[in-house]
């Protein structure tokens, strides 16, 4: 009875908070990073990227590869298409059908205001290039006490650990507010790509290692060529020096006067001291240009059709719109699709997702047609008959007219609207 009498003055309006979950430091096992299998701060924070079988490449990371034009600009054009579309949530149900859910809690974060103070398009851009660069990205997505989604906020990157219980997985990271924080998988949203067993997300830029690797070699050679002289050589001295000290005081006197950018000055050598180059000769970088290691081969990689970075020399504009339809088909739904089906995991509930309802990015911004032709499609569609004309009109955002909610004949058909006499109703 006197339980009874105390929940019978609790007040109504109390909230019930759910208690953090949160995994003991001993239970929780940190993924197995090694030079095989890196973690993502070994490689891109520090530095300590994939190499190439081939000695002399440099190491290839996302922090390195992101300052190759090609890279970013891949990364730059799938981010920036996927984030700039809605995001819409619909849900399909026995027969088929699928209505769209115009009020679901995750439309307001995805499309208006993903976190507080952080606009939904930046969110997701933020989460979209990371994917695309690193091949994973993180954010926070807690849930109040009725287990309704609170917001969608992007972690730093580079600042985020996978913990691993069994087949359980916990994430530490630092969140928007400054606190270090372990939640279990159900809060976060984790993407990951070409994940070999599921969870450990891999760059494209990593896999294909080796091609990237000759692709920045050619870009750091260029730079020094542009830079005005070489900066990358070896010293060539003979033993007929005094003592080691003059000898090492020589080295030092040629290397300072090549590496330093300021000199204009030749460096003064006898007749026993040479200097040989390591750059790439004219002959390689040339040859780097004829494959074109730095534009079409790093445009496969992301499958970026190459018109959308600008090389232009692919196609014309009389096929714009055709390319237009293969970058969607070819590049954007293999990226949309794979954000689409990991973003569910983190922003709908399982009851929701086995109720039907799913996410979709609503890619008709990108294929808009002229108005010329889209009023032509609605004729066809409004007196086709397949569509009602207030129909046509809400799309165009007009207002319904009474005439509009009839459904037009076909175009071999006329509506007989003329009253009928007394004669033909007998």
Not at 180 to 187: A, D, E, I, L, T
Not at 365 to 380: G, S
Request: a neutral charge; hydrophobic letters at 35%; aromatic letters at 6%.
């Amino acid at each position: 009875m006197k339980l009874i009498e105390r929940l019978r003055r609790a007040p109504a309006d109390q909230v019930r908070a759910e208690p953090p979950l949160t995994a003991s430091a001993d239970a929780g096992q940190s993924e197995t990073s090694g030079t095989a299998r890196p973690v993502g701060w070994l490689t891109d924070g520090i530095g300590f990227g994939t190499r190439s079988r081939v000695k002399g490449l440099p190491p290839v990371s996302a922090i390195a590869a992101q300052k190759h034009a090609t890279v970013f600009a891949c990364c730059n054009v799938i981010a920036g298409d996927l984030s700039k579309v809605p995001v819409k949530i619909y849900r399909r149900g026995p027969d088929g059908r699928e209505e769209r859910l115009r009020d679901h809690p995750a439309s307001y974060l995805l499309n208006v205001e993903a976190a507080p103070g952080v606009p939904a398009a930046v969110a997701r851009y933020a989460l979209a290039y990371a994917y695309t660069l690193r091949g994973r990205s993180y954010a926070y997505a807690p849930r109040d006490g009725s287990g309704e989604l609170q917001m969608i906020e992007p972690t730093r990157q580079d600042g985020c650990a996978v913990l691993r219980l069994g087949r359980q997985r916990f994430y530490d990271f630092e969140d928007g507010a400054g606190v270090q924080r372990r939640v279990p998988g159900r809060s976060m949203v984790h993407l990951r790509y070409m994940a070999e067993d599921g969870w450990t997300g891999r760059s494209p830029i990593e896999v294909a290692a080796e091609s990237m690797g000759l692709a920045l070699a050619g870009q750091e050679a260029a730079a020094r060529t542009a830079a005005g002289g070489t900066t990358k050589g070896a010293i060539v001295l003979n033993d007929d020096y005094q003592d080691d000290e003059s000898r090492a005081r020589t080295a030092t006197r040629i290397r300072e006067s090549l590496q330093d950018p300021d000199t204009r000055e030749w460096p003064v050598l006898s007749l026993s001291e040479d200097i040989k180059k390591l750059d790439l000769s004219a002959a390689d970088q040339q040859l780097l240009e004829s494959r074109k290691f730095d534009r079409e081969q790093i445009a496969a990689i992301y499958r970026v059709p190459p018109s959308k970075l600008q090389m232009l020399e692919h196609g014309v504009k009389a096929n714009g719109e055709q390319q237009a339809i293969d970058y969607l088909t070819d590049c954007l739904l293999h990226w949309a699709t794979l954000v689409e089906q990991q973003l569910m995991m983190g922003v709908l509930t399982e009851g929701e997702r086995r109720g039907g309802i799913f996410l979709r990015h609503d890619f008709g911004a990108l294929l808009r047609p002229t108005t010329k032709d889209r009023y032509e499609a609605l004729a066809r569609a409004i007196g086709g008959p397949f569509m009602l004309a207030n129909e046509g009109r809400r799309i165009e955002g007009l207002d319904d007219v009474p005439e509009g909610a009839v459904l037009n004949p076909a175009p071999n058909m006329t509506r007989d609207t003329a009253p009928k006499s007394e004669e033909e109703t007998d």
